[in-house]
């Protein structure tokens, strides 16, 4: 059974800084796509970054040159580095697999992949 439990998060003034992190279990894939998605009060998810097997990354426009996506060495913990925060970064931050190479990683994920259960994110201004 696949899980990815999610960490880190919190509340940060504008121009800090978060990390978060995913572990994934029983998610034993040699071909995958992983990444963030993101979804604001009121708002329709949106996906912020996705790396892939090839370790190709793909990131959100409003996201790029602030976040980074990563993974540790044993592959089964995925990581975004949230630098420069501005309050519209606000919102509930999650992370999801998929056992197969979806391109560009990141640009889309579905309710049918695997989702970790979610961490706020809090920027004040």
């Known amino acids: 059974q696949v899980q990815l439990v999610q960490s880190g998060g919190g509340s940060v003034k504008a121009g800090g800084s978060l990390r978060l992190s995913c572990v994934i279990s029983?998610?034993?894939?040699?071909?995958?796509?992983m990444g963030w998605s993101r979804q604001a009060p009121g708002k329709e998810r949106e996906e912020v970054a996705g790396i892939d097997s090839d370790g190709s990354t793909h990131y959100a426009e409003f996201v790029k040159g602030r976040f980074t996506i990563s993974q540790g060495n044993a592959k089964n913990t995925l990581y975004l580095e949230m630098t420069n925060l501005i309050p519209e970064d606000t919102g509930m931050y999650y992370c999801?697999?998929?056992?197969?190479?979806?391109?560009?990683?990141?640009?889309?994920?579905?309710?049918?992949?695997?989702w970790g259960q979610g961490t706020q994110v809090t920027v004040s201004s």
């Open positions: 999801a697999a998929v056992p197969y190479l979806r391109g560009p990683c990141g640009v889309s994920f579905y309710p049918d992949d695997e």
């Open positions: 029983g998610f034993t894939y040699s071909s995958y796509c």
